[in-house]
T-cell receptor, first 111, second 113 residues
Framework: KQEVTQIPAALSVPEGENLVLNCSFTDSAIYNLQWFRQDPGKGLTSLLLIQSSQREQTSGRLNASLDKSSGRSTLYIAASQPGDSATYLCAINTNAGKSTFGDGTTLTVKP | DTAVSQTPKYLVTQMGNDKSIKCEQNLGHDTMYWYKQDSKKFLKIMFSYNNKELIINETVPNRFSPKSPDKAHLNLHINSLELGDSAVYFC????????????FGPGTRLTVT
């Protein structure tokens, strides 16, 4: 059974800092991994999708990496802004379409 | 232009009642999902449909019955509501079932009193 853990559970940083969010999973037989952002009271917004054959994906100030063998993914946010404040979730997907989510990291970026 | 929409956004009801939540996607996707997010923000998949066929059913009480009248719709009917059913329910869709990127609806906050 796949288990997904995200560390830290909460993170508070001053504006402008670079930061890393971590996601670890127990079963390396994944199809892909997806990072989401969830704002309070809102749905999930997809940020990045990394296929199991890829090592990293980039979108703007975001960079996600994947190391299947060690069961880890990181989401790197460069030059953080207050608007980045949200909960970030990683999800492990199988090729059958089943997703297992982590508990999320709640990020607060202080002006 | 809403890609995945859900109705209602909020639902407050009493124990024992039966209620439905509707979901529609206009992305032309083949696969749709229902997730439950509890008070601790833990998100867990409940059901998945691909081309109107049930493909994932995760240990969900049979009081919950999904129905997919067509590829663009996946509704969730809940019988005999219990206090523990209070949560936010999210609908999502993806191009196909093979681990494609998922797009989420805004959620339906269900409160059972």
């Amino acid at each position: 059974k796949q288990e997904v853990t995200q560390i830290p559970a909460a993170l508070s940083v001053p504006e402008g800092e670079n930061l890393v969010l971590n996601c670890s999973f127990t079963d390396s037989a994944i199809y892909n991994l997806q990072w989401f952002r969830q704002d309070p009271g809102k749905g999930l917004t997809s940020l990045l999708l990394i296929q199991s054959s890829q090592r990293e994906q980039t979108s703007g100030r975001l960079n996600a990496s994947l190391d299947k063998s060690s069961g880890r993914s990181t989401l790197y946010i460069a030059a953080s802004q207050p608007g980045d404040s949200a909960t970030y979730l990683c999800a492990i997907n199988t090729n059958a379409g089943k997703s297992t989510f982590g508990d999320g990291t709640t990020l607060t970026v202080k002006p | 232009d809403t890609a995945v929409s859900q109705t209602p956004k909020y639902l407050v009801t009493q124990m024992g009642n039966d209620k439905s939540i509707k979901c529609e996607q206009n992305l032309g996707h083949d696969t749709m999902y229902w997730y439950k997010q509890d008070s601790k923000k833990f998100l867990k998949i409940m059901f998945s449909y691909n081309n109107k066929e049930l493909i994932i059913n995760e240990t969900v009480p049979n009081r919950f019955s999904p129905k997919s009248p067509d590829k663009a719709h996946l509704n969730l009917h809940i019988n005999s509501l219990e206090l523990g059913d209070s949560a936010v329910y999210f609908c999502a869709s993806s191009q196909s079932a093979g681990g494609y990127e998922q797009y989420f609806g805004p959620g339906t906050r269900l409160t059972v009193t």
